[in-house]
């Protein structure tokens, strides 16, 4: 049946891969107008049958952005707070939920992208989610001092956003043959950076039982003094000096001037707080939407019930790029982080004895975003009592004679079990295509949302990230290391 109630009306879906997909789904009111800005609203009913067939658009954004870098995403204000529903049935199996939630910076990204089709896992009985939320300026600015306390939470709208979409969830999804108490959120670098923060959310609390941060934590967030700091820039950028003339511009006008202002982050005329240049509309601790630090309020137990899958891939900020270094400028690239660049350095020479500069460079950065974060959330959920599991990803690609390596995002169609759809093989590189691993990955995932623990027969036995610090590499190899870079890693200790 290609039919299925919500509470807001009827909708219609398609086939597709031999299960069902429902797409375009507003699971909350068109953000604009007055509620521009503003949290968002209950969506509005529809007589008849909605058609559902079509993916919704995307969230405003800058062109060119995303995995597949397309230049003409269809993006729409008014229509973008939807979401995809794909499932085996609409009928009253109650299957366990996956929702998903899409990287790009908070400033692109839709759940329509192709790498992330739920069709495997909903023929493996899990009832795949995936959302759309407001981006950048739109999503994230503060702008509290510009329109009072009305919009005390604009800082955070992406995330409320996200909280919408899974109140959704929890109210629609038995239609559609989904297990509301059994829902796992997921997501990577942006996403994966969502889901750590709804872990540290007091209004998430029952919404989800399990959590895969993927190329993200819980850490990347901006306080309020530096939100506003940005939100003075974007007005300056797009000429208006009251909440009123923002209301009244156009979305092209509000992604120019958001744009103008990554351009001062990335040339660090304004101070990241969260540390990654070139991302200044980051979720910001407002004391309301977001009431502390999410890594303070998992550590506190506020997350003590949700299991936590998290990891990171060997590689990631190669998709980003580090120009060449020497030994001279490796040893200021260390400054940039370490008191004590020499010690710290020493350390990573240590854990990567045949690297080059450029190849610790690497390592580094990646360690600055992306793992050690990870780490600290995974310490952070095991000190609390959660019970916590962590991967590294380390299938190397072969693309651009393998300078990208296992790099930013690579995972995402492993775990999808999506290596055939657009712009993976240009991400893989030449050769056989690596489907034995992308089984291993996808029954892990399966098994995760399914149980809350991705030991499977594909993994062999996972132990719990503990004492031992057990990691589950995920690559040519598929086994547990123990502590893996330890040396490296211990040199974060007490560094932001």
Same mark, same amino acid.
């Given at each position: 049946?290609?039919?299925?109630?919500?509470?807001?009306?009827?909708?219609?879906?398609?086939?597709?891969?031999?299960?069902?997909?429902?797409?375009?789904?507003?699971?909350?009111?068109?953000?604009?107008?007055?509620?521009?800005?503003?949290?968002?609203?209950?969506?509005?009913?529809?007589?008849?049958?909605?058609?559902?067939?079509?993916?919704?658009?995307?969230?405003?954004?800058?062109?060119?952005?995303?995995?597949?870098?397309?230049?003409?995403?269809?993006?729409?204000?008014?229509?973008?707070?939807?979401?995809?529903?794909?499932?085996?049935?609409?009928?009253?199996?109650?299957?366990?939920?996956?929702?998903?939630?899409?990287?790009?910076?908070?400033?692109?990204?839709?759940?329509?992208?192709?790498?992330?089709?739920?069709?495997?896992?909903?023929?493996?009985?899990?009832?795949?989610?995936?959302?759309?939320?407001?981006?950048?300026?739109?999503?994230?600015?503060?702008?509290?001092?510009?329109?009072?306390?009305?919009?005390?939470?604009?800082?955070?709208?992406?995330?409320?956003?996200?909280?919408?979409?899974?109140?959704?969830?929890?109210?629609?999804?038995?239609?559609?043959?989904?297990?509301?108490?059994?829902?796992?959120?997921?997501?990577?670098?942006?996403?994966?950076?969502?889901?750590?923060?709804?872990?540290?959310?007091?209004?998430?609390?029952?919404?989800?039982?399990?959590?895969?941060?993927?190329?993200?934590?819980?850490?990347?967030?901006?306080?309020?003094?530096?939100? !506003?700091?940005?939100?003075?820039?974007? *007005?300056?950028?797009?000429? @208006?000096?009251?909440?009123?003339?923002?209301? $009244? =511009? %156009? #979305?092209?006008?509000?992604?120019?001037?958001?744009?103008?202002?990554?351009?001062?982050?990335?040339?660090?005329?304004?101070?990241?707080?969260?540390?990654?240049?070139?991302?200044?509309?980051?979720?910001?601790?407002?004391?309301?939407?977001?009431?502390?630090?999410?890594?303070?309020?998992?550590?506190?137990?506020?997350?003590?019930?949700?299991?936590?899958?998290?990891?990171?891939?060997?590689?990631?900020?190669?998709?980003?790029?580090?120009?060449?270094?020497?030994?001279?400028?490796?040893?200021?690239? !260390?400054?940039?982080?370490?008191?004590? *660049?020499?010690?710290?350095? @020493?350390?990573?020479?240590?854990?990567?004895? $045949? =690297? %080059? #500069?450029?190849?610790?460079?690497?390592?580094?950065?990646?360690?600055?975003?992306?793992?050690?974060?990870?780490?600290?959330?995974?310490?952070?959920?095991?000190?609390?009592?959660?019970?916590?599991?962590?991967?590294?990803?380390?299938?190397?690609?072969?693309?651009?004679?393998?300078?990208?390596?296992?790099?930013?995002?690579?995972?995402?169609?492993?775990?999808?079990?999506?290596?055939?759809?657009?712009?993976?093989?240009?991400?893989?590189?030449?050769?056989?295509?690596?489907?034995?691993?992308?089984?291993?990955?996808?029954?892990?995932?399966? *098994?995760?949302?399914?149980?809350?623990?991705?030991?499977?027969?594909?993994?062999? =036995?996972? #132990?719990?990230?503990?004492?031992?610090?057990?990691?589950?590499?995920?690559?040519?190899?598929?086994?547990?290391?123990?502590?893996?870079?330890?040396?490296?890693?211990?040199?974060?200790?007490?560094?932001?």
């Amino acid at each position: 049946m290609t039919q299925a109630n919500t509470r807001s009306g009827e909708v219609r879906g398609r086939e597709k891969n031999g299960v069902l997909l429902f797409a375009g789904i507003p699971y909350a009111a068109p953000p604009v107008g007055e509620r521009r800005f503003r949290p968002p609203e209950a969506p509005d009913r529809w007589s008849g049958v909605r058609d559902a067939t079509r993916f919704g658009p995307a969230a405003p954004q800058p062109p060119g952005d995303g995995l597949v870098g397309n230049p003409n995403v269809r993006w729409d204000e008014a229509g973008c707070l939807t979401l995809n529903v794909t499932t085996p049935a609409c009928d009253d199996a109650r299957r366990p939920v996956l929702v998903w939630i899409h990287g790009g910076g908070f400033r692109s990204g839709q759940g329509a992208i192709p790498w992330y089709d739920g069709s495997s896992f909903a023929r493996d009985g899990v009832v795949v989610v995936s959302i759309n939320y407001r981006l950048g300026a739109l999503g994230f600015a503060q702008l509290e001092a510009i329109g009072g306390s009305d919009y005390g939470t604009s800082g955070s709208l992406g995330i409320q956003d996200q909280l919408a979409a899974l109140r959704w969830v929890r109210d629609n999804i038995a239609f559609f043959g989904g297990d509301p108490a059994r829902v796992t959120i997921a997501g990577e670098s942006a996403g994966g950076m969502s889901v750590g923060i709804l872990l540290g959310v007091a209004g998430a609390g029952g919404l989800f039982r399990g959590a895969i941060p993927q190329s993200g934590a819980a850490q990347h967030v901006s306080d309020k003094a530096a939100g !506003a700091v940005v939100a003075e820039h974007f *007005a300056r950028a797009l000429g @208006a000096g009251s909440i009123t003339e923002m209301l $009244a =511009a %156009s #979305p092209e006008r509000i992604l120019a001037a958001q744009t103008e202002v990554e351009k001062l982050s990335r040339e660090r005329v304004i101070a990241d707080a969260a540390g990654i240049g070139g991302m200044p509309f980051m979720p910001v601790i407002d004391g309301a939407a977001i009431p502390r630090a999410p890594l303070d309020a998992v550590r506190a137990g506020d997350a003590r019930g949700v299991n936590v899958l998290v990891g990171t891939n060997a590689d990631e900020m190669t998709l980003f790029g580090v120009p060449e270094v020497d030994d001279a400028k490796l040893s200021r690239f !260390a400054g940039r982080y370490f008191a004590d *660049a020499e010690r710290a350095l @020493a350390a990573y020479r240590a854990d990567h004895p $045949a =690297a %080059s #500069p450029r190849e610790l460079a690497l390592a580094m950065s990646t360690d600055h975003v992306f793992r050690i974060p990870a780490v600290r959330l995974a310490e952070a959920h095991q000190a609390s009592g959660g019970r916590t599991w962590k991967y590294l990803f380390t299938w190397k690609s072969r693309a651009f004679g393998g300078r990208l390596g296992a790099t930013h995002a690579l995972e995402i169609p492993f775990a999808f079990n999506t290596l055939d759809r657009p712009g993976v093989d240009a991400m893989l590189g030449p050769g056989e295509r690596p489907d034995a691993l992308a089984r291993v990955m996808h029954a892990a995932w399966t *098994a995760f949302v399914k149980t809350g623990d991705p030991a499977c027969g594909a993994t062999g =036995a996972w #132990p719990c990230y503990g004492g031992e610090r057990s990691v589950m590499e995920l690559g040519d190899r598929v086994g547990v290391l123990r502590d893996p870079a330890a040396k490296s890693r211990a040199v974060w200790d007490g560094v932001r």
